[in-house]
């Protein structure tokens, strides 16, 4: 069974600076896609980046951005000058082909003005 | 073009009674899922459907559980005889196919039991 851990249960990050949570995935597969989903207070699942595991170069959606280590089974995501918009629970995933997604237990992530 | 559309946002069920909650895919997404997030918690998988077809429901309870997506119309889960454990809130998404490309989300369904 695929598993994701994210280990960051809350994090905090001062308007305009850097912050980098944290996610961890268990599987034996090669082939397989990593996703950042980030929900907020109105609890709607907004996608936020995705990676395809072949690919090499990490994955970059504006302030977004991953770094993928596959060897490491590692998926971390950077968001970078933060807004209080980013404020929200952050769900690391994984999904394979013909397979649903499987979701972390989320980071809460709290932009301080 | 609309987005996963669930209904009702909102179900206020006593213990015993019927919770119906539906979900209609994005326009041309054959395949559907449904996810329960308990309060503080993150998104468990219940099951996974194509049309007139179940492909994966090892995240749904044995009993008092089920969920359809006919040939016509919206997918239905449905959960008989509620319990308050059930409160939670239930959210259901699609995907074009069965690879790799993204699964979008409805805004969810949010089931209380009194």
């Given at each position: 069974?695929q598993?994701v ?20 995935y268990?599987t034996?597969e090669?082939d397989y896609y990593l996703f950042w989903y ?9 996608l936020?980046?995705r990676q395809e595991a ?21 998926f ?15 769900f690391c995933a994984y999904r394979r082909n013909n397979n649903d997604m499987r979701f ?10 | ?30 395949h559907?899922y ?9 998104l468990?998988f219940?099951?996974y ?7 994966d ?36 998404a699609?995907s074009?196919d069965m690879s790799g490309n993204t699964i ?11």
């Open positions: 069974a598993t851990t994210q280990s960051q249960p809350e994090m905090s990050v001062q308007e305009a600076e850097t912050v980098t949570l944290s996610c961890t268990d034996s090669s980030k929900q907020p207070p109105s609890r709607q699942m907004i936020v980046i072949y690919k090499q170069q990490n994955a970059t959606e504006n302030r977004f951005s991953v770094n993928f280590q596959k060897a490491a089974k590692s971390s995501l950077k968001i970078s000058d933060s807004q209080l918009g980013d404020a929200a629970m952050y972390g237990a989320g980071t809460r992530l709290t932009v301080k003005p | 073009n609309a987005g996963v559309m669930q209904n009702p946002r909102h179900l206020v069920r006593r213990r015993g009674q019927e919770a119906r909650l539906r979900c209609s895919p994005m326009k041309g997404h054959s559907v449904w996810y329960r997030q308990l309060p503080e918690e993150g468990k219940m099951v459907l194509q049309k007139e077809n179940i492909i429901e090892s995240g749904m309870p044995k009993e008092r559980f089920s969920a359809e997506f006919p040939k016509e119309g919206p997918s239905i889960l449905r959960i008989q005889q509620v319990v308050r454990g059930d409160s939670a809130a239930y959210f259901c699609s074009l979008y989300f409805g805004e969810g369904s949010w089931l209380t039991v009194v």
